[in-house]
């Protein structure tokens, strides 16, 4: 998808701002540890990624989103636990073009037989299409 350039220091001052608790106390802590050095958004993440969540509990993960498919899900449901698995499979998605494939390989057979012929430019243009062809069925049933 694409991306607007951000500084580094800056997306991790805004993810910073949302932590909380024990993420906010480890965060004081790492701060405090790197004093003046800007952390990049990559280390801030790795960093984050190690502190709470294992090796295993991220391979359980990107196995769960390579095996993730709607089934009885909404389009919207199925869209948004597509969404917070994808930080553990991020690899296999390195264009928007593969969002929207992989998204679509999960859906109904129903749906993904509706969109077949079409191509999209944009994961938006894409679920929307989807919402739009679910609601038509939803309402034909």
């Not at 991790?12 to 990049?40: F, G, H, M, Y």
């Not at 389009?75 to 998605?93: I, P, T």
Request: net charge negative; proline share 1%; hydrophobic share 45%.
């Amino acid at each position: 998808m694409d991306q607007i350039a951000v500084p580094a220091e800056f997306r991790v001052d805004c993810a910073t701002l949302l932590l909380s608790n024990r993420a906010q106390t480890w965060w004081d802590i790492v701060k405090e540890r790197r004093a003046a050095k800007t952390l990049r958004w990559r280390d801030f993440r790795t960093k984050f990624e190690n502190q709470y969540y294992s090796c295993q509990h991220r391979k359980i993960k990107e196995q769960e989103f390579l095996t993730l498919t709607q089934g009885d899900m909404t389009v919207l449901e199925y869209e948004r636990w597509f969404q917070d698995l994808f930080m553990f499979a991020f690899v296999y998605l390195p264009t928007e073009q593969h969002w929207i494939e992989r998204l679509r390989d999960g859906l109904q057979q129903e749906l993904r037989m509706g969109l077949a012929a079409l191509e999209f430019l944009t994961v938006r243009d894409f679920i929307e299409a989807t919402q739009s062809l679910e609601a038509v069925a939803v309402a034909g049933q």
